[in-house]
């Protein structure tokens, strides 16, 4: 079964990457259409896959669609394919905010449709996306969005309405991130270490923790406590972030973040 990515963003194109890498699909049976026609003839030249040259013959060849576009043009781009998309079909939808219900209604068909939340990280095969059915949807359904999502890093199964729960935590989540990098990176700065040194360990520190977390099944609190003495270093640390309100300030972040997501969907 053919798919074909409406939308050839960066997004998209990390999504593509990771199929192909991950053999879960061949050059052969990917089809790319974007409103931008040259964008689209680049990405088919760069990974030896089809262009199509409209939405609706995209749809004809392939039965999985991947709609990478941005929210505010889903309703246009999916007019086209009102008649031409069929239960046989399974639309897949990365667009934030926009619910499985909203999507189905451009159909005269019950088109199975598919609802992920995926995060940037995705870009470099490591990105932590949240998968979603809708109506028409079965678990042959989910089985699909996993083998896409599983090939570009970590995908689970939610229900729709804790989506927006989803978009506060690991969809905003790389920037609190960034954030946090930037901040170690400063502070080992100001304690005279150079920029690119400061940053390197602060990147590798973040990445080889949330590696432990994944890869021994231990509680967070529990690695934390291997890592804090008695009267040491790192509970000096932590009673000074405690202080500040550090874990008071990431629950609002994803709080408000949840609530403006959920503001966009009208959840």
């Given at each position: 079964?053919?798919?074909?990515?409406?939308?050839?963003?960066?997004?998209?194109?990390?999504?593509?990457?990771?199929?192909?890498?991950?053999?879960?699909?061949?050059?052969?049976?990917?089809?790319?259409?974007?409103?931008?026609?040259?964008?689209?003839?680049?990405?088919?030249?760069?990974?030896?896959?089809?262009?199509?040259?409209?939405?609706?013959?995209?749809?004809?060849?392939?039965?999985?669609?991947?709609?990478?576009?941005?929210?505010?043009?889903?309703?246009?781009?999916?007019?086209?394919?009102?008649?031409?998309?069929?239960?046989?079909?399974?639309?897949?939808?990365?667009?934030?905010?926009?619910?499985?219900?909203?999507?189905?209604?451009?159909?005269?068909?019950?088109?199975?449709?598919?609802?992920?939340?995926?995060?940037?990280?995705?870009l470099v095969g490591a990105g932590a996306s949240?998968?979603?059915?809708?109506?028409?949807?079965?678990?042959?359904?989910?089985?699909?969005?996993?083998?896409?999502?599983?090939?570009?890093?970590?995908?689970?199964?939610?229900?729709?309405?804790?989506?927006?729960?989803?978009?506060?935590?690991?969809?905003?989540?790389?920037?609190?991130?960034?954030?946090?990098?930037?901040?170690?990176?400063?502070?080992?700065?100001?304690?005279?270490?150079?920029?690119?040194?400061?940053?390197?360990?602060?990147?590798?520190?973040?990445?080889?923790?949330?590696?432990?977390?994944?890869?021994?099944?231990?509680?967070?609190?529990?690695?934390?406590?291997?890592?804090?003495s008695p009267g040491g270093t790192t509970i000096?640390?932590?009673?000074?972030?405690?202080?500040?309100?550090?874990?008071?300030?990431?629950?609002?972040?994803?709080?408000?973040?949840?609530?403006?997501?959920r503001e966009m969907s009208g959840s």
């Amino acid at each position: 079964m053919k798919i074909a990515f409406l939308g050839a963003g960066a997004m998209g194109e990390a999504l593509l990457r990771g199929l192909l890498a991950a053999h879960v699909y061949s050059p052969s049976e990917i089809i790319i259409f974007d409103a931008n026609a040259a964008r689209a003839e680049e990405i088919a030249a760069q990974f030896g896959v089809q262009s199509a040259p409209d939405m609706e013959s995209a749809a004809r060849d392939a039965g999985v669609l991947l709609l990478a576009v941005k929210p505010q043009v889903v309703t246009a781009a999916l007019a086209p394919l009102r008649e031409v998309l069929t239960a046989e079909h399974t639309l897949i939808s990365i667009a934030a905010g926009v619910p499985t219900a909203k999507l189905e209604s451009h159909f005269s068909a019950a088109v199975p449709v598919v609802r992920v939340m995926p995060n940037t990280p995705a870009l470099v095969g490591a990105g932590a996306s949240a998968i979603c059915l809708g109506a028409h949807a079965d678990e042959s359904h989910r089985a699909q969005a996993h083998r896409i999502f599983d090939a570009v890093g970590l995908a689970v199964d939610v229900e729709e309405k804790l989506i927006d729960a989803v978009t506060g935590l690991s969809g905003s989540g790389p920037a609190y991130v960034y954030v946090f990098i930037e901040a170690l990176s400063d502070a080992g700065v100001k304690m005279g270490l150079s920029r690119e040194v400061s940053t390197q360990l602060a990147a590798q520190t973040v990445l080889g923790s949330a590696q432990m977390v994944l890869e021994t099944g231990m509680h967070p609190g529990e690695l934390k406590d291997k890592v804090t003495s008695p009267g040491g270093t790192t509970i000096a640390a932590l009673h000074a972030l405690e202080k500040r309100a550090f874990r008071a300030a990431v629950y609002d972040a994803v709080e408000a973040s949840t609530q403006k997501s959920r503001e966009m969907s009208g959840s």
